[in-house]
């Protein structure tokens, strides 16, 4: 079964059913959680591990129950196991060892939604409900926000899944290249807006030092699974057809490796479709170099015009995203040396640098030829 429509409301999988709905999976509370969950910000500010725990194992489902429950309702029961399971580890408890009943709860729950065992960003923004049942960890106004800012770009990513594989079988001489990059700006400015409103609202010193150590791994009979941090957001939906499918560095594609499998299973069907494919900017490169650079047919300009668009946009939100990076990891500030997605910083520049490579390729593509007299004089 796809998950897709459970990711933005009102958003629909044609031609699969039953047709979910976000308000539906926030709504349940299929373990009855929300008076347990509610007193989990105050266990945290405590550092009551042993209430954490007894919370955890109050809350285990009989096997019949999860055997029993809608998928709706395993994935409401996911996200609530969840914050107790990266509450636990944040006080420096592995919660499967601490509470070894919920071993097989975490893999039935993750083999019926066919997502990984453990709470992912999804559980923790999309399918979180909204007001006084909120799950948190803090409970704080600045984990709220951070959760909104996430819950801000998925309409947008779901929406640039239809556009990104319509954009992969196109050409650039076709007027539908174009149109399909526009669509893209447009959802990929959701992610700008985001990074905006996280940089007035969750300061880093705020995510460094209290957030942070909430999105470690958890061990899972002999696997770690990372928590669900908002460096789960799946922009590679849209790097993968627009340069990152021919264009990218081994670092990156590792990290998509990894990260892939944090993704709805519709996702993942994507990226197997469309890696190792043409990206766009391969497309562009190869049209422009049968034309002559002064005379591109109208529809190619276009075409490059759109596509150096979009990848503006992408290059200015990793620029603001690094730069709040570099805050929160900062020597006086951090404490791990690597982001809640598992990443350095620097491959944060380096797939800048990508961006900004190809923003470039492209944009220089369409540029005017300079006259000789324009040129700098040689040294």
Known sequence: ???????????????????????????????????????????????????????LRTLVPEPDLVAALSVTDALAAMRDLGILLGSLKRHGIQPVAAVPEILP????????????????????????????????????????????????????????????????????????????????????????????????????VFFAQQMRSYFE??????????????????????????????????AYDAFLEDSVQYSLPSWRDHFAAHRGGTSAVSKLSAAISWEAADRLPPQLAASAASLAHVLRILKTFRARHITIARKAYSEEVRQYEMGSGGAPIALLRSVLDLTRDNETLVRRSVEPPRSPAARPPKP
Not at 37 to 47: I, T
Not at 139 to 158: C, H, I, K, W
């Open 1 to 55: 079964m796809s998950l897709y429509q459970l990711v933005a409301p009102g958003l629909e999988l044609r031609g699969e059913e039953p047709r979910y709905r976000i308000a539906e999976i926030r709504a349940a509370d299929p373990l009855g959680a929300d008076a347990v969950l509610a007193a989990v910000p105050a266990m945290n500010a405590d550092a009551d591990v042993a209430a954490l725990t007894v919370a």
């Open 105 to 204: 709860v975490l893999e039935e729950l993750g083999r019926r939604t066919d997502m990984v065992p453990r709470d992912t960003v999804h559980h923790y923004t999309t399918w979180n409900p909204l007001g006084r049942r909120q799950r948190m960890y803090t409970g704080d106004t600045m984990e709220a926000n951070l959760q909104d800012a996430v819950r801000m770009v998925f309409p947008s990513l779901v929406a640039s899944l239809d556009t990104c594989a319509e954009l992969a079988r196109l050409e650039p001489y076709e007027p539908g290249f174009a149109l399909a990059l526009d669509r893209t700006a447009q959802h990929v400015q959701s992610m700008v807006d985001s990074i905006d409103f996280t940089v007035e609202n969750v300061s880093p």
């Open 217 to 250: 791994e958890i061990d899972v009979a002999g696997v770690d699974y990372l928590g669900p941090a908002a460096a789960q957001v799946p922009l590679w939906l849209v790097d993968l057809t627009l340069w990152q499918s021919d264009r990218s560095n081994p």
